[in-house]
């Protein structure tokens, strides 16, 4: 798994703070959506990795995102609870 720190882009204020810390099982890219444990769905603005560092508990890269507008069609699928996501039905 690849470790990274998601920092959010606040575009109104442009300011940077960071969401948390996530893992990956491959890097996400540029302009691809990625689903947060926060239930809300991000696109990806930049990728700021670490070059050649090997991190046994630490992040790789840094992931910059803003949030998607509830109106985004990619929101509604993306957005799904946890629940939605795994399947728990015995």
């Known amino acids: 798994m690849i470790k990274v720190v998601l ?3 606040d575009r109104q204020h442009e300011d940077y703070y960071r969401i948390n ?3 990956f099982a491959v890097m996400p ?3 691809q ?3 947060n444990s926060d239930g809300k769905t991000y696109e990806v603005e930049q990728i700021v990795s670490f070059a050649g560092y090997e ?5 790789v890269a840094i992931i910059i995102v803003h949030p998607l507008s509830q109106d985004n069609p990619a929101s509604e699928i993306y957005g799904l609870s946890e629940d939605d996501l795994l399947d ?3």
């Open 88 to 90: 728990t039905k015995k």
């Open 7 to 9: 920092v959010m882009h």
């Open 55 to 59: 991190a046994h508990n630490g992040a």
């Open 29 to 31: 890219q540029k302009g």
């Open 33 to 35: 959506y990625i689903y």
């Open 21 to 23: 810390k996530a893992e």
